[in-house]
């Protein structure tokens, strides 16, 4: 069972966000990420371009979906055909001078699985970063068959959700919540009164401005499982729940590796 205090709340804000100071780590300089170090800059690309098929030929770098603590990066590439292409990561509050080491991107071959398919690309993350917040990421790209590129992107964590001002507050009980899922609209609080909720599945997703709120009173128990279809942000959940997740991804990502693994590679 969970018990749902009115210290606890879901909020479903629209999937996305974010764009192209503050601490929220425990470093106390101002930037919520890990120390700052000496991360040097890369070297400088060596003159020459891009050419036969196991050079790399850079594209397009994006930073989709950000957030609250996390930038993820996607650098679209052609050719390296051989694998051997890398790029390291560097980044920093934008504005400020100190710029630390990020882990280095991973390289992704084009494919498909189970009716899932993705670009050739080097992908990856930063993490442990503070909401709301710029920073500059450096990307450096070197293949030792052609193709290097230093590229520096800006982009902005997710700010952390809250309800609209004004926000309408609709006040339930385990009777009544069914009616209230069907009508809720973006920017609606969601008010559990006390009593037993046997779960429910919810298909509305909020906005950015106007999330959707759960918020619980004393004595509000959900004794069930929950689905909420939508892009859910700052909630708290059973471990069991995480598990059941965790095996969903283990179990796609043994489809991948068979799909991708060599032949003749143990």
Not at 8 to 17: E, P, S
Not at 20 to 28: F, T
Not at 171 to 196: F, K, M, R, W
Not at 220 to 246: E, H, I, P, Q
Request: net charge negative; aromatic share 6%; charged share 20%.
């Amino acid at each position: 069972m969970r018990h749902l205090g009115t210290a606890v709340a879901f909020l479903l804000a629209a999937c996305g966000g974010g764009s192209s100071q503050v601490d929220g780590g425990g470093d106390g300089d101002g930037d919520g990420g890990p120390p700052a170090d000496s991360t040097p800059p890369p070297p400088m690309c060596p003159d020459g371009g891009s050419t036969g098929v196991e050079a790399t030929i850079p594209g397009e770098v994006t930073v989709p979906n950000p957030t609250l603590r996390n930038l993820t990066l996607e650098w679209a590439i052609e050719g390296d055909s051989d694998l051997d292409g890398a790029v390291t990561v560097r980044f920093r509050v934008e504005g400020t001078d100190a710029w630390r080491a990020g882990t280095a991107l991973q390289r992704i071959p084009a494919g498909s699985v189970e009716g899932f398919s993705w670009a050739n690309r080097h992908s990856g993350s930063v993490f442990d970063l503070a909401p709301d917040t710029s920073y500059e990421v450096e990307l450096a790209l070197s293949d030792p068959d052609g193709g290097c590129e230093i590229r520096t992107v800006v982009a902005r964590t997710r700010p952390v959700p809250a309800p609209m001002d004004g926000a309408p507050v609709i006040s339930v009980t385990p009777s009544t919540i069914g009616a209230a899922l069907d009508a809720a609209e973006p920017g609606d609080i969601i008010e559990l009164g006390a009593g037993t909720y046997a779960g429910w599945d919810f298909y509305t997703s909020g906005t950015e401005g106007a999330p959707i709120v759960f918020r619980g009173t004393p004595g509000a128990v959900v004794d069930g499982k929950y689905l909420l279809r939508a892009c859910v942000v700052n909630f708290r959940t059973r471990s069991a729940d995480v598990d059941a997740l965790m095996d969903v991804v283990r179990r796609l990502g043994r489809a991948i590796d068979a799909a991708e693994r060599p032949a003749g590679l143990d």
